[in-house]
């Protein structure tokens, strides 16, 4: 199996550990590449102040430490820049002209934040436990199935407004939910909201090559399972085979926050795109003329 990762986050945002030592510990795990995806600045934009995301005033130094790594690592390890882009609705997403403007090699589209519909606060989809639950009882007024509602209207609309050439962890929304404590991700009412999804996916492909635009490839994230909040990854192997069915491409990544993260769990996501009917997965090979280049490898 070959071994890459485009999902990666390093010191510049929420990772453990500077760029050049996920490159090392890439390259002495026989990674054929890495990618580094800090989670695009938001504050300018949208008002919010994280701990989180990338300040709007590190993203030049950001650029300008990934390409060294690029330079440094040639004819070794193949290095690229990215970043995973939060869609944040009405405020900002991956489709906004100042992100496809950026030198980048790859943009990752990811929805963390949902809306109340109640007072329209913010919350984070994938919080530790205790501020999940004031989402959900507070927010949304313990309604599993408006907060998932929210989540995949959320992800349908960023697909829909294009930009991405990675769809990052489709159904995120599924880690605070041990014991299917909010939802049941058999009910047909949610199984409905997968397939649309799905279509969406598979639409914005069409769209892309058709406009000249990105192409999105959805990963098949092992980050949940690494920091044992999933038993699956995302997305699940019942979405991962409705994305099948419509010819959508996987890409395996770990959403590594630390060198030991590279490469977790990738034996499983193996093992359930088999099963979902996949007999190969993209690993991306940088940018040329505006377009994504992907290599497609046996599983
Ligand atoms: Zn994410
Ligand atoms: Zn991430």
């Known amino acids: 199996m070959i071994y890459s990762c485009m999902h990666t986050h390093t ?4 990772g453990e550990a500077d760029a050049h030592t996920m490159c090392a510990a890439a390259w002495s795990r026989g990674f054929t590449s890495i990618g580094f995806s800090s989670h695009a ?39 690229y820049l990215g970043l995973e882009v939060d869609f944040i609705r009405g405020l900002c997403g991956p489709a906004d002209r100042d992100i496809q403007d950026l030198p980048l090699d790859y943009i990752i589209g990811a929805v963390h934040y949902v809306a109340s519909p109640k007072n329209g606060e913010l919350f984070t989809v994938d919080s530790p436990p205790e501020e999940f639950e004031h989402g959900l009882e507070d927010l949304f007024d313990r309604d599993g199935r408006a907060l998932y509602d929210a989540y995949y209207d959320a992800y349908g609309a960023m697909i829909s407004a294009g930009g991405c050439d990675i769809l990052a962890h489709l159904d995120l929304i599924k880690k605070n939910n041990r014991g299917f404590a909010f939802f049941s991700p058999d009910a047909p009412e949610y199984l409905n909201r997968l397939e649309r999804i799905a279509d969406l996916a598979a639409e914005a492909r069409t769209a892309g090559a058709q406009a000249g ?19 699956e990854p995302y997305p699940s192997p019942a979405m991962q085979g409705r994305l099948y069915r419509r010819h959508v491409p996987l890409t395996i990544n770990a959403d590594a926050h630390g060198p030991d993260q ?5 034996e499983i996501a193996r093992e359930t795109m088999i099963s979902a009917g996949y007999g190969g997965m993209l690993i991306f ?10 290599r497609e490898e046996a599983l």
């Open 11 to 14: 010191t510049f945002c929420d």
């Open 41 to 79: 600045p938001v504050t300018k934009k949208t008002g919010l102040k994280t701990g989180w995301h990338l300040p709007d005033e590190r993203l030049e130094e950001y650029i300008a430490a990934i390409r060294r790594e690029q330079k440094l690592w040639e004819g070794k390890l193949e290095v």
């Open 213 to 231: 635009g990105r192409i999105p490839v959805v990963e098949v994230n092992t980050g949940g399972i690494i920091r044992g909040r999933t038993a």
């Open 262 to 266: 590279l490469g977790g769990a990738y």
């Open 285 to 294: 090979k940088g940018r040329k003329d505006g377009r994504a280049l992907w």
